[in-house]
Structures are given as C-alpha cells and as structure tokens.
C-alpha cells in the first residue's frame, strides 16, 4: 500500500488520514402481521423463526439471512446476506462474521428459503453452515440454528441433529 495516500504534506506539518468504518444500519419492513410473541418475548423454537420468515417461500430466489440476537435470544438485526438465484446464493463466512462483530451480536440464526419448495439441506447448505459455525465459535458468536423454509414446511438443522 502507497502510504503517501495517508499522508497529507501542507508546509512543515504532516496529517494522516485514513478511511474510518462506520456501520449503517436501516429500518425494513419484514413482515406486517407479525404475531405477538417475536415483539415481547425471544425465539423459544424454530416454528418461531419459521413463522417469522414464511413468507420468503413467495420469492423466486434463493434470500441467506443472518439474525444477529442479544443474549436473550431477542433480535438485534437481521443481515440479508444475499439473494441468489433460484436454486442458489453466495454466502461468504468472512461477511456473515464482520456484520455480526459490527450489530454486536451475541449469537446468530441462519434463515434461507428454497424457491423448489422442499427444505431439505443441500450439500452446500451443510458445509456453509459448518463453517458458519466453526467460525462462530471460534469468535464467540454461536450459530444457533439454521432455518431452510419450504412450502408450508422448514426443516431445521438443530431439530435434524445437523448443528
């Protein structure tokens, strides 16, 4: 890296200027007829998280989502990872986690849909979640589980014996 792009030389003095992150976040509506139980109280089970997020199963392409939790298991914000095509998306670990140390996150679920209408896990499925979580908990931020929405039907990994 050039680092006369950090420096700015005005007569005798020097100013170092680099690049600062900030995060953004942004209010979206997920849902409209949410039920009561995800404003007052934390996710207890997966029908929960399925309950929340069935209406990805209306898209036409595949929607990877992180929800980032507080230790109460409340949500703190969702990260649309990505939207792929229709029978697939790209999930980078590196992504998932810099968002996740960034909402200050305490543990995360993953959400995705599959567009065919059957939730089984792909193979790809399988390793992105395992690397998911390795990575989780290398960091200290525990997968919790990950949610494959269907047509009126989820499957979820913890349930499966998968995570």
């Not at 992180?66 to 590196?94: A, E, F, M, P, T």
Request: net charge neutral.
């Amino acid at each position: 890296m050039n680092t006369k792009s950090f420096f700015d030389e005005t007569s005798n003095t020097k100013t170092l200027r680099m690049r600062v992150m900030r995060p953004v976040f942004s209010r979206e509506v997920i849902r409209e007829d949410m039920p009561v139980y995800i404003a007052t109280n934390r996710f207890n089970s997966p029908s929960q998280v399925f309950e929340m997020f069935r209406n990805l199963i209306c898209e036409t392409k595949e929607h990877f989502l992180c929800l980032h939790l507080d230790g109460k298991n409340r949500i703190v914000c969702l990260d649309r990872v990505s939207v792929g095509s229709l029978n697939q998306s790209i999930v980078h670990v590196r992504e998932v986690m810099k968002a996740a140390l960034l909402s200050s996150a305490a543990a995360m679920l993953l959400v995705h849909n599959h567009p065919s209408g059957d939730p089984s896990p792909s193979t790809e499925d399988l390793n992105i979640t395992r690397r998911l979580k390795e990575a989780g908990d290398l960091i200290g931020i525990p997968v919790l589980d990950h949610i494959i929405i269907g047509d009126d039907q989820f499957v979820s990994f913890v349930e499966r014996g998968l995570l």
